[in-house]
């Protein structure tokens, strides 16, 4: 299909019972651009940038319970058990199996707004009964443990919460997480965060939430941090008999998944120290320009400003939609995520994870689009 040839308001539904993302399907037909601010990962790595040899090429081999040692590498990694790890097609499958396997049709699951767009999707398709907490921009995109403690009930099957967070870029303290742990425990729900962003806060990183006791379950994946998009390894790390059910459940999706990317996976874990320093050299420079650019822009803009992140999600001071702004930027071959698709038209999603000169070039394209819109 051709890029720019769906209007982007047939996109923006919700609850028509479409069996997609909207955001997704906009994310694969829209967001590409010269300049590139849509984007919220890592920029995806070259051949160079992952040292291979043919060793680690293999065309089939054992793993339709997952590739013991992928397994092994993602637990030795996030220190828990091969029995804890659940491999999958990237977060968005391991995200998918986990929802599938602990809610039936109709269970209530307490889900973060604004969200990245198909986790809640995925629940609507799978006949959550969906209910909201708010991680406030006046709040630092906080979660308010009250609010939450006061929308649990006796049917809360789930909890859902991304951290860091898509689209603010904000990680959950751990004090809050395990206040949420808490609170599960007390009515029987799992608590799913989505760590797909979590190893870019390198050193400064909190233990994997799935470490903090069973009602936890953790998805991520080899894509954001890393730049391994192309690999789909993901996995799901959580309590082993829950564990067990979610392959069970992926016997329905195939009887094997990618021997060659489970081998390549396993080569990049031997190089994450590469990969995160490859990931590190982007982002420091680029973090740099994105903060200086919001301090030089405070008049149009405000922003919860995370130390370290990939992506922001500025508040357009004065218009009501960053939808124009979006339009006007598409003329200098820039693009950023309109915060329509997060439930929040005045923001946008500005990413910052790719080549230090396009961050650059791109932040000087948009502000020539804030000051003329
Ligand atoms: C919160 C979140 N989860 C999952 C994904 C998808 O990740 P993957 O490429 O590992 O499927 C994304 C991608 O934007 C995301 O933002």
Not at 136 to 157: K, M, N, Q, S, W
Request: aromatic share 8%; net charge neutral.
């Amino acid at each position: 299909m051709e890029s720019r040839s769906l209007p982007l308001a047939v996109l923006i539904r919700r609850n028509t019972g479409m069996k997609t993302s909207v955001y997704m399907t906009w994310a694969k037909y829209h967001a590409s651009a010269r300049y590139n601010l849509a984007n919220s990962g890592i920029l995806g790595c070259d051949l160079a940038d992952l040292p291979i040899t043919m060793d680690d090429v293999a065309l089939n081999g054992p793993n339709h319970e997952g590739y013991a040692p992928l397994k092994e590498a993602i637990a030795g990694k996030y220190g828990v058990t091969p029995d804890n790890v659940v491999t999958a097609e990237g977060t968005s499958m391991a995200n998918f199996l986990a929802m599938a396997t602990v809610i039936e049709r109709g269970d209530e699951v307490l889900i973060e707004q604004p969200a990245y767009d198909p986790l809640l999707s995925a629940l609507e398709y799978l006949g959550a009964e969906i209910k909201r907490f708010t991680r406030r921009f006046a709040d630092g995109y906080r979660i308010d443990v009250d609010e939450l403690g006061r929308l649990i009930t006796p049917r809360t099957r789930l909890i859902v919460v991304t951290s860091p967070h898509n689209p603010s870029g904000v990680a959950v303290d751990q004090a809050t997480i395990k206040r949420i742990g808490e609170l599960a425990l007390e009515t029987g729900a799992r608590v799913l965060v989505d760590e797909v962003y979590r190893d870019i806060l390198f050193e400064d990183a909190p233990p994997v939430a799935a470490s903090l006791g069973p009602q936890f379950i953790t998805t991520s994946s080899l894509t954001k941090s890393y730049g391994l998009n192309g690999l789909r390894c993901g996995w799901i790390l959580c309590e082993p008999g829950l564990a067990e059910k979610m392959r069970r459940l992926n016997d329905l999706f195939g009887a094997v998944g990618s021997f060659p990317s489970d081998r390549l996976s396993v080569a990049a874990f031997r190089n994450l120290f590469l990969l995160e320093a490859r990931t590190r050299s982007m982002i420091e420079p680029s973090t740099e320009l994105v903060h200086q650019f919001l301090r030089e822009h405070e008049d149009v803009l405000e922003c919860v400003v995370p130390p370290r992140s990939m992506i922001v999600f500025p508040l357009l001071k004065k218009s009501d939609d960053s939808e124009r702004l979006h339009d006007l930027l598409r003329r200098f071959d820039t693009s950023i995520v309109p915060g329509k698709f997060f439930e929040a038209p005045r923001h946008f999603r500005l990413g910052f994870a790719v080549k230090t000169e396009d961050v650059a070039a791109g932040v000087r394209n948009l502000s020539k689009a804030l000051r003329s819109a």
